[in-house]
């Protein structure tokens, strides 16, 4: 039996209440772990990207401008674009969280981390990732980051978060995703054409830890659309 299979015996044994407490403490140790993280990014993107892929480039370039305007950089703890965003903060002395996932594959934690946090639920995760953001920053990945980006979006689309803004980096990655959702979505009435401005789509990194700073400071929010 290998051991997904025996995560899934025991999860299959273990009842509701017991689970329960087990995410209860999930969530009691990263609130405790995050309570002083001040101003914080959330950099997203594929666990793939190898140290020579162009984005991984840009994410660790990304991270140590972030680090040098004071904000400390949240990832999933784990390799590619997650292991960029954290070793750029790191090696510019900056405060570098990895909040890693419990993986059969594909997830060991970097070494570029002075904070980490590991969680056995991935919903756990994903609110500790933002509820500490002051902005998303989003990368090319594959489910995991479409799941992670849809789930900002509605958040802020219904108002059940305070808006934030979100960056997707790579216009030709995210071409066709956008195309799709003008084409399809905004033509078929399930979104609005402000709904496709709560968030910008960008090569050029170098701008955006001024641009999240106007987001906060001034009228405009920085150009994004916020839904009130």
Request: charged content about 25%; glycine content about 10%; aromatic content about 14%.
């Amino acid at each position: 039996m290998t051991e997904t299979e025996k995560q899934y015996v025991i999860d299959a044994l273990a009842g509701d209440s017991w689970r329960m407490f087990r995410i209860m403490g999930e969530f009691a140790k990263g609130f405790e772990e995050m309570a002083d993280v001040g101003k914080a990014v959330t950099i997203y993107g594929s666990a793939r990207f190898t140290p020579e892929n162009e984005y991984y480039k840009k994410a660790e370039d990304l991270s140590k401008r972030l680090a040098a305007n004071g904000y400390t950089v949240i990832t999933g703890g784990g390799p590619g674009i997650m292991e960029a965003g954290n070793k750029g903060a790191f090696e510019s002395g900056g405060r570098s969280i990895g909040l890693n996932i419990s993986l059969p594959h594909e997830q060991d934690p970097n070494p570029y981390q002075t904070d980490e946090v590991s969680f056995r639920y991935f919903f756990v995760r994903e609110v500790l990732l933002m509820k500490y953001s002051t902005a998303f920053v989003i990368f090319p990945g594959g489910y995991g980051t479409l799941d992670e980006l849809t789930e900002a979006l509605t958040l802020i689309q219904t108002k059940k978060i305070k808006p934030f803004p979100v960056y997707l980096i790579g216009v030709d990655y995210w071409k066709g995703l956008i195309q799709w959702m003008r084409s399809t979505l905004l033509r078929e009435g399930t979104v609005s054409e402000a709904d496709l401005y709560l968030f910008k789509v960008l090569d050029d990194v170098s701008k955006i830890p001024e641009e999240i700073d106007n987001y906060y400071n001034t009228e405009n929010h920085g150009g994004f659309n916020l839904p009130w």
